[in-house]
């Protein structure tokens, strides 16, 4: 973690500034395509110059200057001028103190420290940084999320699920594959058709953005897309068969980039499953060196779509295809945001799988009131925009009390002087529960888990909306329970239970309940403020960092 000074920060090139922002907002799906327009951006604006006429110190002086550098150091010479280890931490614990009064001085870096702290040891937030590539060629791309319990031991019990992402070129055919899970799909973006093979028949069906579908494990799916400028764009959870957990994807063509499984085989079984000569094997399976992603002709694309059906809604409200969201109204509808949903009675295949699939736009600016789910874990996958959530986490609170490295030394020190362990456990539980609120920003191609119980808000950024596919599991008797707004579930209660859980009187309590209007979605901290006329809201990166300050709440009441 690298501090940067407020000087840094004023020196930097306002057009830098400006670049690194254009570049962050851009709908890559690919981390790398950002990671290479800010270098370019360095390149061209340099950070950290200054003109000599505005006089001031160089990047080297300032570097030397810098607290990080001069914690670093501090920890060194405690290292050299002390040889008990007891001596050694008690001189660190100094150092760091020092080093936070220092850090203090600038609120906003000390901020945005501390989120990008916790961001690291969020255990339910995956950055578009951590979906690796399974298969990569020049007219499209395969992505797969990191397995979610290597993250944290918090998600072992979703460890036989997965998120991906497909991404195909104009024009494309996407080759025959089956995996060892049931997959469900969501078209993010695109038009295509796509075909399954499944109990010997054939079913094509043609698919566009909004469309939900699914395809069990074994089926074997191959997909074309057919729009002449946009590319098809697929966002899939994966429930896995296997017996490790792991999603494998098994083609039946390629080379090398995927490795077909025929090819796999030796050659005498081949000769004998086929009853041709090794010669004539080779013959065909040597040809395809395109991968997984193959450019078609217009005429190919007719002939693949011909049979194809659109889904849609028969007229009891069973999809005969995929169902698309869009053609159902939505379950919840204001000025601030919009939530369709798709559930078994939509779309008979998610019973299959106890699964509910929802497409959650929140306008800019705007915010989800206070919520959690009574059943199901929900995997979130942002298609557009960016904004941030927070997720409040019982099980993170005890570690996120220890937190600091120097309350950790002086807990060293005190289990080494004899302090039994067992008792400071015994000192947290009679404190009562705490919670820890978790919190990161997200963007398109984050994925999230908010486990069922856990309260969450999820709020759009000024300048863009949020949108969300979600897909949860364990979807039968689930209820969406809000803890603000106008369906707030506390609103419920008798008058003497107000009194008796908030010590006031119940018209107080009503008066704080009734203040919120809406319902669902709401306007977010800084149209409140804005309302209320306490300013503008700093938003991320503002110079807010009370971390109990009560202004991300207020909003939702």
């Known amino acids: 973690m690298t501090v940067v000074s407020v000087a840094d920060e004023r020196e930097d090139p306002p057009k830098l500034t400006e670049c690194l922002k254009e570049c962050r907002s851009q709908p890559h799906y ?263 992603f193959v450019e078609a002709s217009e005429e190919q694309i007719r002939a693949l779509s011909r049979y194809s059906t659109e889904g849609g809604r028969w007229p009891f409200g069973e999809s005969r295809g995929p169902f698309n969201l869009f053609e159902k109204d939505p379950i919840h509808s204001n000025r601030y945001g919009k939530l369709y949903e798709a559930n078994s009675d939509d779309y008979r295949k998610l019973g299959w799988l106890n699964l509910r699939v929802s497409l959650a736009n929140i306008r800019e600016g705007s915010m989800t009131a206070p919520f959690y789910n009574s059943r199901s874990t929900k995997f979130a996958v942002v298609t557009e925009g960016s904004g941030y959530v927070e997720i409040l986490c019982p099980h993170m609170a005890r570690e996120g009390r220890r937190g600091s490295r120097a309350q950790r030394y002086r807990e060293q020190e005190q289990e080494r002087a004899g302090r039994r362990y067992q008792e400071e456990e015994e000192e947290e539980y009679q404190e009562g529960p705490h919670y820890r609120r978790v919190r990161a920003r997200v963007s398109r191609g984050t994925v999230f888990i908010v486990p069922p119980g856990h309260p969450v808000v999820e709020v759009a950024s000024r300048d863009q909306n949020l949108q969300m596919i979600c897909f949860e599991i364990c979807a039968d008797r689930n209820e969406r329970i809000f803890l603000a707004g106008r369906n707030n579930i506390l609103r419920k209660l008798e008058r003497e239970a107000k009194e008796l859980a908030f010590d006031t009187s119940a018209r107080e309590v009503d008066a704080l309940f009734d203040a919120q209007k809406e319902e669902v979605f709401l306007p977010g901290p800084g149209a409140h403020r804005q309302r209320h006329g306490e300013g503008e809201s700093e938003g991320w990166g503002g110079s807010e960092s009370d971390d109990t300050s009560p202004s991300k709440l207020v909003a939702a009441f």
């Not at 729009?227 to 083609?251: D, E, I, M, P």
């Open 30 to 292: 690919d981390i790398g395509m950002v990671k290479r327009c800010e270098d370019k951006c360095k390149q061209e604006h340099p950070p950290g110059k200054r003109d000599p006429r505005e006089g001031g110190r160089s990047g080297e002086s300032r570097d030397k200057e810098d607290p990080e550098q001069r914690l670093t150091e501090c920890r060194l010479k405690c290292r050299q001028q002390y040889n008990e280890h007891d001596q050694q931490m008690h001189c660190q614990t100094k150092c760091e103190e020092t080093y936070k009064r220092e850090r203090s001085r600038n609120p906003q870096r000390r901020y945005e420290e501390q989120e990008e702290e916790r961001e690291e040891e969020n255990p339910y937030v995956f950055g578009r940084e951590r979906l690796r590539y399974e298969i990569q060629s020049d007219r499209g791309y395969v992505k797969v999320l990191d397995k979610f319990h290597e993250k944290s031991k918090l998600l072992l019990g979703i460890a036989n699920y997965s998120i991906s992402l497909l991404v195909a070129d104009p024009r494309t055919f996407v080759t025959p594959v089956h995996f060892d899970a049931d997959c469900v799909c969501y078209v993010v973006e695109g038009r295509g058709t796509v075909t399954t093979l499944r109990k010997g028949e054939r079913k094509s069906h043609g698919i566009r953005k909004g469309d939900v579908f699914i395809t069990q494990a074994g089926s074997v799916l191959y997909l074309i897309s057919s729009h002449r400028h946009q590319k098809l764009v697929l966002a899939k959870f994966l429930r896995s068969t296997s017996l490790t957990g792991q999603v494998s994807h098994f083609y039946v063509a390629g080379s090398e980039n995927p490795e077909s499984v025929y090819r796999s085989f030796s050659d005498e079984i081949l000769e004998a499953a086929f009853n041709v000569s090794r010669d004539r094997i080779e013959s065909l399976f040597s040809r395809q060196w395109h991968g997984a």
